[in-house]
Each structure stands twice: as C-alpha cells, then as structure tokens.
C-alpha cells in the first residue's frame, strides 16, 4: 500500500483517485474547487483537502510528508509543474507524476525531468500504471498496451508457483521473459512454464487489466 495525493479532482484525477484507492493504496485528493470532490462518488474511501495544489500547507494537510507517489492531474499544464516540482525538490516525494495536457509544452517537461503522461482519454489508467508498477518498472506503452516488470506476488493465492498458461489465460495478458528470484537462471517462456513467487517477469498488459492483475505485483 502506498500514500498517494493526487492534485485534480476533474474527470482524471477522480477517475484515478478511484483506482488507486480501490487498489488499496492510502489516497487523498487536492482540489481548489470544494464542489469538484462531487466528481469522486460516495464510494471512494479516501480523503480530499481543498487548496492549491503546490501550496505548501495545503500539501502538508494532504499528508505530502509520509507520500510515497505524487500524481498532479489537472487541466493546467503551469499548475501541474510546479506541483511537481514542489512534491519533488521541496518535499522529496519519490514518485511524481505529472500530466501532460499541451503537448506543446512537452520540452519543458523534459528538461525539469518529470515524468509525465499525455493528456489522451486513457490519461488515468496511464498514470495508474505508473504508480502500481513503481514497486516494478514501467517500461514502454504500445497503444493499448503497457509492457512492465515487476517481482511476481502469489500472497493473494493460495499457490507458490503458477503456470504461464495459466496467468495468461486468467488475465489476458503475455508473459515476455521471467527470470528467477535468485538470479539463477532466466528464459523466454512456454505456456507450460513454471514461475514461482519472487520471480522478475516481464509482461505486455492492456491498460484496462493493470488494476485487477495489480495484485500480482509486489511491493
């Protein structure tokens, strides 16, 4: 589980306060607009606090001083910078993820080094992925598609090993390469491969599937 403070509370951000929340993580969302927070439902089970995004007390009431990921979703691309850069540099979050929503402003981006998402209609389960595949690596999106590596958790199944075949065909997804907790051996898999609990996988998810398979990433 994770402290997440998500900035932006429009579509986005609700969408993906959401996710996180219902994922487990611990998430609190920050938005300017009390009347915004209508956005998240009366499911969602985590915390809001109205206020500016990288205000410094603001932040500190959002509890940005034990947050683990940071994600700042808004419309504004100017406000989703500076959060960034106050979550980063001020407060040392160790993941901050900003959303890209001017592709024009796309090299300034770059060169603050935040990692960021585009603004597309898949924005949310973008940054979703970012943020349960940090206990992994995300590595490439391919449309619909992200490819991650991550250590594989069986502690939610009653196993300790499963079949390749198995894990795709439950999940939809494909396993690329695995290699072993230990490091003793690695290999391109059949569907009759066995991978145990610890492994290093690397797989291709669809975007809509990263929340139900997020239980098979450790953290």
């Known amino acids: 589980m994770s402290n997440v403070i998500v900035v932006g509370c429009g579509r986005v951000g609700s969408q993906l306060a959401n996710m996180?929340?219902?994922?487990?993580?611990n998430v609190?969302?920050?938005?300017?607009?009390?009347?915004?927070?209508?956005?998240?439902?009366?499911?969602?089970?985590?915390?809001?606090v109205q206020g500016v995004g990288f205000d410094e007390e603001t932040l500190v009431k959002a509890g940005?001083?034990?947050?683990?990921?940071?994600?700042?979703?808004?419309?504004?691309?100017?406000?989703?910078?500076?959060?960034?850069?106050v979550g980063s540099r001020l407060f040392g979050v160790p993941h901050v993820i900003a959303r890209l929503y001017n592709p024009d402003h796309e090299r300034a981006y770059?060169?603050?080094?935040?990692?960021?998402?585009?603004?597309?209609?898949l924005?949310?389960?973008?940054?979703?992925?970012?943020?349960?595949?940090?206990?992994?690596?995300?590595?490439?999106?391919?449309g619909e598609f992200e490819v991650l590596r991550f250590s594989l958790d069986l502690s939610s199944?009653?196993?300790?090993?499963?079949?390749?075949?198995?894990?795709?065909?439950?999940?939809?997804?494909?396993?690329?390469?695995?290699?072993?907790?230990?490091?003793?051996?690695?290999?391109?898999?059949?569907?009759?491969?066995i991978l145990y609990n610890g492994d290093s996988v690397l797989a291709c998810v669809r975007h809509e599937l990263i929340e139900?398979?997020?239980?098979?990433?450790?953290d």
């Open 20 to 25: 996180l929340s219902d994922n487990g993580n």
């Open 28 to 48: 609190c969302v920050i938005d300017k607009n009390a009347n915004a927070f209508a956005n998240l439902g009366r499911n969602f089970n985590g915390s809001t």
């Open 64 to 85: 940005i001083e034990d947050c683990d990921v940071m994600a700042a979703v808004t419309q504004f691309d100017n406000t989703n910078l500076m959060c960034a850069e």
């Open 110 to 121: 770059m060169q603050l080094g935040i990692d960021y998402v585009c603004g597309t209609s």
């Open 123 to 142: 924005v949310a389960e973008d940054v979703f992925s970012k943020v349960v595949s940090g206990h992994g690596a995300h590595l490439d999106t391919f």
């Open 157 to 193: 199944t009653d196993k300790r090993t499963i079949r390749v075949g198995e894990l795709e065909r439950d999940h939809d997804i494909r396993i690329i390469a695995f290699e072993r907790s230990d490091g003793s051996a690695s290999s391109i898999p059949t569907r009759d491969s």
């Open 212 to 218: 139900t398979f997020a239980r098979y990433i450790q």
